[in-house]
């Protein structure tokens, strides 16, 4: 029988079927031997009365932070007050889930509390919607632009990102009334927000699911290399042909070098700084993975088209013929 992991705990796997029968299962021992993965959304084959997973579906796709899959839409919520909204950290969000190919769309929340929001709208739509994004300006206080998120996460599986403290819990609660999910207050002494939701879990509303997930703010590009990092933001995309050497990182701040950087006034400065601090993040990645190379190859020797581990010296045995030597020296 087939089913979706809804929750896991612990060694215990949540799981619904497609009749919305639960059951709680176990790794099968083959898939712990091949050190499988499973993570909520995954689709998976229940055996033993349905006491344990034995096999993993193939995945449409898949986060690693949170630990999700098979995601039909991720919706970015950030607030536009309390917290200030952070567009480096947004840009970071829209990357990352560009980088997994996923599907998302932009929630700003708390649209009452900004004074200025005509032209904070004005601002944002010129680098977002500019480039494809999906929009929603939201007030779940005054009950503003619900309707509009929810006829278009309908019928879907989303996840939420943001940072803690936007209000993500509120719009889930907005949503869907008959379902409560605990929120919190944002500290008016950090003007950030606490986490409440502790743990990774599908909540299934009336027309749509939602991964929910706890809020996280340490998301760095610790895992990419710094030429894979422009082709992901697409507003770049049409200046990063003309360029004078072909491994350009458009990072360097001369006329006539870089393409990018001659066509600055035609990119957001928001993300362009956004760019500039990932990539630093690729960088250090890269420094990393290469320090280890060297590492390794201090440890591997070659002979012909072999290669073989090499000893090191504090473990390496002394040959016959050294120690005859040094007994001959001694005496």
């Known amino acids: 029988m087939q089913a979706q992991v809804y929750k896991i705990h612990s060694d215990f796997y949540f ?44 995945r449409k796709n898949f986060l690693t932070r949170p630990k999700v899959s098979n995601i039909d839409l991720a919706l970015v919520v950030c607030s536009l ?15 990352y889930l560009k980088y997994y190919k996923i599907d998302c769309a932009i929630c700003f929340n708390k649209e009452d509390l900004d004074k200025d929001l ?40 989303i996840v939420l990102v943001g ?97 990018l950087y001659d066509n600055l006034d035609k990119i957001s400065e928001s993300r362009y700084r956004s760019y500039l601090s990932f990539l630093n993040e690729c960088m250090e990645y890269k420094e990393k993975i290469s320090k280890r190379s060297i590492k390794n190859e201090g440890y591997k020797k070659k002979s012909g088209s072999n290669v073989f581990v090499k000893i090191s010296k504090r473990k390496r045995i002394q040959s016959r013929n050294t120690v005859k030597q040094n007994i001959k020296e001694t005496d």
Request: a positive charge; charged letters at 30%; one cysteine or more.
């Open 15 to 58: 799981v619904k079927n497609f009749e919305h029968v639960s059951f709680t299962c176990k790794l099968k021992d083959t898939l712990k031997k091949e050190n499988a993965e499973i993570r909520v959304g995954d689709f998976v084959e229940l055996s033993g009365d349905n006491c344990f997973i034995s096999k993993l579906i193939l």
């Open 163 to 259: 940072m803690s403290g936007v209000g993500k819990s509120s719009l889930l609660n907005a949503l869907n009334p008959n379902i409560s999910i605990k929120t919190g207050q944002v500290s008016k002494k950090t003007l950030k927000g606490a986490h409440t939701t502790r743990h990774v879990e599908i909540i299934e509303y009336k027309d749509f699911k939602v991964i929910d997930t706890p809020g996280f703010s340490n998301l760095k590009f610790d895992f990419m290399c710094p030429e894979d990092l422009a082709i992901l933001f697409d507003d770049f995309i049409p200046y990063m042909n003309g360029c004078k050497y072909s491994n350009c990182l458009h990072d360097v701040k001369e006329k006539n070098i870089c393409s």
């Open 81 to 95: 007050k309390e917290p200030e909204l952070d567009l480096v950290q947004l840009n970071r969000y829209l990357i």
């Open 118 to 157: 005509i032209n904070t709208i004005k601002k944002l739509e010129g680098i977002y919607k500019n480039i494809g994004y999906k929009m929603f300006f939201t007030s779940v206080k005054n009950k503003v632009g619900l309707d509009s998120v929810f006829e278009f996460i309908k019928d879907k599986t």
